[in-house]
């Protein structure tokens, strides 16, 4: 699989710079984080979230170093949250491999919130689409891809 086109035609229209880093196939960010050779701290990941009231989904993005606080984003947001299940998720993101979903939810047309540890971060590497390539952005021109969404501190 290569990027997922979504993804490509978000960046580009976007005007984002971006380098495609490859690694080995991997089904966890941990294995990501090994065999890309790249910091925890500056793996970008999506963690999507089912609203129990109706609400549809939320995406999470934080660095693959920390977990999502699901008690404090539901009381954050105001919202009953639940992990969502990757095949649930397959209708969303059609060009994506399951588990490989990567952190731009509004190229997806998903209400995001971004962990605030990201902000400031030099760069930052993301799911591609698949579990075989990253993409490496300037950690200013990430967060300008998710400028309309929420902020704040919601991970451990």
């Known amino acids: 699989m290569t990027i997922a086109k979504t993804v490509e035609n978000y960046l580009q229209?976007?005007?984002?710079?971006?380098?495609?880093?490859?690694?080995?196939?991997?089904s966890s960010t941990r294995g990501?984080?090994?065999?890309?050779?790249v910091p925890a701290d500056r793996v970008a990941k999506a963690v999507v979230l089912h609203d129990a009231g109706g609400g549809g989904y939320v995406m999470a993005v934080v660095p693959g170093s920390r977990h999502v606080s699901v008690k404090t984003l539901s009381k954050k947001l105001g919202r009953e949250l639940n992990l969502a299940g990757e095949?649930?998720?397959v209708p969303v993101f059609k060009d994506c491999a399951v588990g490989a979903i990567p952190p731009?939810?509004?190229?997806?047309?998903?209400?995001t919130i971004v962990d605030d540890s990201l902000v400031g971060v030099p760069e930052i590497y993301f799911e591609a689409g698949d579990h075989e390539e990253l993409i490496r952005v300037k950690g200013e021109q990430f967060?300008?891809?998710l400028r309309e969404a929420r902020h704040g501190q919601f991970t451990h």
């Open 13 to 26: 229209q976007n005007r984002v710079a971006y380098d495609v880093v490859p690694h080995p196939h991997t």
């Open 32 to 37: 990501t984080v090994q065999t890309a050779h």
């Open 87 to 89: 095949d649930s998720l």
């Open 104 to 111: 731009l939810g509004p190229a997806y047309g998903m209400e």
């Open 143 to 145: 967060l300008s891809l």
